[in-house]
């Protein structure tokens, strides 16, 4: 009888050390604490500056045409007028003069400018203004002039685009770069071939030319009611 309580006795002794131990937490993993995560900062949008236009002069016009022609290849474009459009398509064998008018169409000089000056059966002219604004857009651009490129073989046929001389000592010799002509005559003005540079035509719109063209001017040839070119649009 004493053995066998012995044995009752040793057995409850195991069982309650067993019970202890298992429901002892682990003191390692009480003590084990997670690493806080350190929020990244957020990277800082870096801001673009605005790619700083070169101001053109007589000495780098050239480079800067060859250049802009190089990177600027659209050969199309869209005089939107109040009496409609008139599409246009410039030549490439006249590069100074077409990088030149995709240039100014481009920095929006043409915008809120005129027909300045209509002759009827001979030509309208366009880039210029009264307002003070646009010798505002000229300085910033730049004053240059552009040489003659006369021997493409172009004609001043109706519906050719050229450019007017500037305003110096033979003039005829170099074209003031701000403003264009549209030949309108029937026949074409071919006197001025060789002395002005066509450097390309109207492919759509010569009854918005015709319609300019018949609008009553003053003595000065300038339209007596504003005929606004409204912007010039790059096409392709």
């Not at 646009?134 to 002039?145: C, N, S, T």
Request: glycine share 6%; hydrophobic share 35%; charged share 30%.
């Amino acid at each position: 009888m004493k053995k066998i309580c012995f044995v009752l006795i040793a057995i409850c002794v195991l069982f309650s050390c067993e019970d202890t131990k298992s429901s002892t937490p682990d003191l390692k993993d009480s003590q084990k604490t997670e690493t806080p995560k350190v929020a990244e900062k957020p990277k800082k949008k870096v801001k673009k500056e605005p790619k700083k236009e070169v101001k053109i002069t007589s000495k780098n016009v050239l480079d800067y045409m060859i250049l802009y022609g190089k990177e600027n290849k659209e050969r199309k474009v869209r005089i939107v007028t109040d009496f409609g459009n008139i599409d246009l398509e410039l030549f490439t064998e006249t590069p100074y003069h077409r990088a030149n008018f995709i240039m100014l169409a481009k920095r929006n000089y043409f915008n809120n400018t005129q027909f300045h000056r209509v002759v009827k059966d001979f030509v309208i002219q366009g880039g210029n203004s009264d307002g003070w604004n646009i010798a505002d857009k000229r300085r910033e651009i730049g004053k240059y002039l552009l040489p003659p490129d006369t021997r493409k073989g172009f004609k001043h046929d109706r519906g050719v685009i050229s450019m007017p001389s500037s305003d110096i000592k033979q003039a005829y010799k170099y074209a003031s770069p701000y403003e264009f002509f549209i030949v309108q005559k029937k026949d074409g003005t071919h006197h001025l071939n060789g002395a002005y540079t066509a450097f390309g035509r109207v492919i759509s719109g010569m009854n918005v030319v015709d319609k300019i063209a018949n609008q009553e001017t003053d003595t000065g040839e300038w339209p007596k009611k504003n005929i606004m070119i409204h912007r010039v649009e790059v096409l392709d």
